[in-house]
């Protein structure tokens, strides 16, 4: 479990937009790796950081993340103490039972990779939100493309822009994919970021095929509690469908109609026509547009 510069880049973005973060969850203890020129980078914005100047590839995160954030607490929690964590808890059950104590006590919550190792997907995320107070943040980073093997799931930006809605008390700030041409993604230097709208506001789903590993990154606020039925999470497209919209109609009978002079085609035309429609690539405008950070 780690952070890359991207994760530092949303978190210098966060801390300009936000004057307090005083207390910091991570989930797991986090390790950090910075390349020699994103340092350098880093070391401008922050040139009076110690941790900064003593760091070395792969070191515990927690003291960066106090240079920059300013916390005056950063707390991890993890299935058990073999890395030092201050909390252990099973993230497969519910913090909320066992901890309720900890309800709201953070102004910042950090997942650097766990989510996808984590069989109850649905309780830990929840215990996620269960931490972060009122107008605190939820970072997250997990595999989302051609990282098949490296835990139990990989994750859509779909799922995120359904999980961190007002509906479930929050708000997304960041959306982000983030290419690697290396397996082990905190070894490229130069890794791409794409801000990836909701398939919501296009009415479609969002469909990526590409050659590389990809992560994907959410920055969400909480604005609200959860409400009181749980969770609701729902496909958007499906949404709009059963909803039975005047507009969803009309895009259903000319899909008919097209669906009609589609299946007149070969077979061969109707395989490659369809391979060509669903192939969403990273440069795709109207769905991920490149987004930078200062040290990436």
């Known amino acids: 479990m780690g952070l890359t510069a991207t994760d530092i880049d949303l978190l210098i973005d966060l801390r300009r937009?936000?004057?307090?973060?005083?207390?910091?969850?991570?989930?797991g203890s986090l390790t950090l790796y910075l390349h020699p020129q994103q340092l350098t980078r880093l070391r401008v914005i922050i040139p009076d950081s110690r941790a900064l100047e003593e760091y070395r590839w792969g070191d515990t995160a927690d003291a960066i993340l106090r240079d920059i954030t300013g916390a005056t607490r950063v707390s991890s929690i993890d299935v058990s103490d073999y890395q030092g964590?201050?909390?252990?808890?099973?993230?497969?059950r519910p913090l909320w039972d066992s901890r309720p104590d900890l309800a709201g006590q953070?102004?910042?919550?950090?997942?650097?990779?766990?989510?996808?190792?984590?069989?109850?997907?649905?309780?830990a995320v929840r215990n996620l939100m269960f931490?972060?107070?009122?107008?605190?943040?939820?970072?997250?980073a997990n595999p989302a493309n051609n990282l098949c093997g490296h835990g139990f799931y990989q994750f859509t930006p779909e799922l995120m822009h359904r999980l961190y809605?007002?509906?479930?008390?929050?708000r997304v700030d960041h959306v982000l994919l983030t290419q690697s041409r290396h397996m082990s993604v905190e070894m490229d230097p130069r890794p791409r970021s794409f801000r990836v709208v909701d398939p919501a506001s296009l009415?479609?789903?969002?469909?990526?095929?590409?050659?590389?590993?990809?992560?994907?990154?959410?920055?969400?606020?909480?604005?609200?509690?959860?409400?009181?039925a749980g969770l609701d999470v729902q496909q958007s497209d499906y949404v709009m469908a059963w909803s039975g919209s005047g507009r969803t109609a009309?895009?259903?009978?000319?899909?008919?109609?097209?669906?009609?002079?589609?299946?007149?085609?070969?077979?061969?035309?109707?395989?490659?026509?369809?391979?060509?429609?669903?192939?969403?690539?990273?440069s795709n405008p109207h769905a991920m547009r490149r987004w930078r950070g200062d040290i990436c």
């Open 250 to 282: 009309t895009r259903n009978g000319i899909k008919a109609w097209l669906r009609k002079i589609f299946r007149l085609l070969p077979m061969a035309t109707q395989s490659r026509l369809t391979d060509i429609l669903t192939r969403n690539t990273l």
């Open 203 to 228: 009415g479609r789903r969002i469909l990526l095929r590409n050659q590389w590993p990809v992560m994907i990154r959410t920055l969400a606020e909480r604005i609200g509690a959860e409400p009181e």
């Open 165 to 170: 809605a007002p509906a479930n008390g929050f």
């Open 106 to 123: 953070f102004d910042l919550v950090i997942d650097g990779g766990t989510l996808e190792h984590v069989f109850n997907f649905p309780v």
């Open 17 to 27: 937009r936000r004057q307090t973060i005083a207390s910091i969850a991570t989930i």
């Open 131 to 140: 931490l972060v107070r009122q107008g605190g943040h939820i970072l997250t």
């Open 85 to 92: 964590s201050s909390i252990v808890h099973d993230m497969n």
